[in-house]
């Protein structure tokens, strides 16, 4: 193989397929780069055998060929070259060498009949969704992913594929999100799948703020073609929760408020939080609001903000980070809240279909 590419080209190819390689892998060719040169393209394939990223760059092939290279000195070696044109050659002996201008570089890699092949899951069921519409109800719901292993069931975001809609849902059982957008799918095209949360991040990361991405599925995986990278997945097999029963009624008696008010005061406020004592009080009387913690032997701190309200005095304890995490995603000026009772979950909806809930927690 003998290739002449770009240095940012390449750089970026390799910045985008080197997260899925673990440092703890067992096997030393999953911590190798696969590199592919056939007719005027390049492509780099990383996989830790759950998640597959291959990303194709051009670039001028003088000689067709394939090797790995070892993924995290390689990057760093691309990562430092000077920006100029870059040429790989690879010899027999599975050695490449990386020149640019007046550097050289030799690694030493396996041979690519040891590298896996990545599943083929062209001729399989398909949807066509926009870019920014996914990247959106990635954002509104991957935070609420449980990150315990235990629960393995909820380490991932439920695709709810419908004749007229898909929603994403996610939660770690002391909060939910869900995310409904109206599109026109395919008769016959109905799916219910959990993506892992490795995959949601690096499908997060590779989404633009335009084009399409595809989707395609089979039993236990599934594909996200996004223009020159493609994103292969293990689903998390087992039976996601029944969100739609623990939706609460709509409460009339909704509290508006400035969100980035709420925000600015949440994140304050929880600095007097700790490990023993995470919860933050809201009082809630005719147009104010108070957030407040008194933490023993730590302090105090309390901020009072003005919202429409005209409902009853409720005073409620929540965790701020769960509140922190959805506001700071959310795009409108103003929020409504609905806040029932120091038992009941508190819940935001949105215009665009969305809604977050979140338990309270004992105030001590």
């Known amino acids: 193989m003998r290739v002449q590419v770009d240095k940012s080209s390449i750089q970026k190819a390799v910045q985008q397929v080197q997260n899925v390689v673990s440092a703890k892998n067992t096997l030393p060719i999953l911590s190798n780069i696969l590199i592919e040169a056939s007719k ?3 492509k780099l394939v990383a996989t830790d055998l759950d998640i597959g990223i291959s ?11 394939a090797t790995t290279v070892p993924a995290k000195k390689f990057s760093d070696i691309i990562k430092e070259l000077p920006n100029n044109t870059v040429l790989l050659t690879t010899k027999k002996n599975n050695s490449t060498q990386i020149e640019c201008d007046k550097c050289y570089f030799k690694v030493m890699g396996l041979p690519k009949e040891e590298f896996p092949k990545l599943p083929d899951l062209h001729n399989k069921e398909t949807l066509l969704i926009k870019q ?15 990150r315990d292993e235990t629960r393995y069931v909820l380490n991932g975001i439920l695709f709810v594929i419908k004749a007229n809609s898909l929603t994403l849902a996610a939660t770690d ?40 991405v595809k989707l395609v599925f089979s039993d236990n995986q599934v594909l996200f073609d996004i223009d020159d990278v493609m ?37 304050r406020v929880s600095l007097f939080t700790n490990s023993d004592s995470q919860a933050i009080k809201i009082d809630l009387v005719k147009d104010r609001m108070i957030i407040s913690k008194n933490t023993p032997d730590v302090g105090e701190a309390k901020e009072e903000l003005d919202v429409e309200y005209k409902g009853p005095e409720i005073t409620v304890g929540f965790n701020p980070n769960y509140l922190i995490d959805v506001l700071r995603n ?27 809930i979140v338990l309270p927690m004992q105030l001590s």
Do not use: W
């Open 55 to 65: 990303c194709t760059i051009k670039a001028n092939i003088i000689e067709e060929g």
């Open 330 to 356: 959310l795009r409108k000026d103003a929020v409504a809240m609905e806040l029932t009772s120091s038992e009941k979950p508190g819940v935001i909806r949105t215009e665009d279909k969305y809604t977050y």
């Open 132 to 146: 920014p519409d996914l990247k959106a109800m990635i954002n509104m719901t991957e935070f609420a992913i449980s």
């Open 231 to 267: 994103i292969i997945s293990r689903l998390i097999e087992g039976e996601f929760p029944n969100y739609e029963q623990v939706i609460p009624k709509e409460n009339k008696d909704k509290v508006v408020i400035n969100r980035q008010a709420l925000l600015d005061a949440a994140r």
């Open 40 to 42: 005027d393209k390049l």
């Open 173 to 212: 059982g002391r909060r939910l999100a869900i995310m409904e957008k109206h599109m026109s799918i395919q008769s016959g095209v109905e799916r219910r799948m959990i993506v892992p949360a490795k995959t949601i991040h690096e499908l997060s990361r590779a989404l633009k703020d335009e084009g399409d």
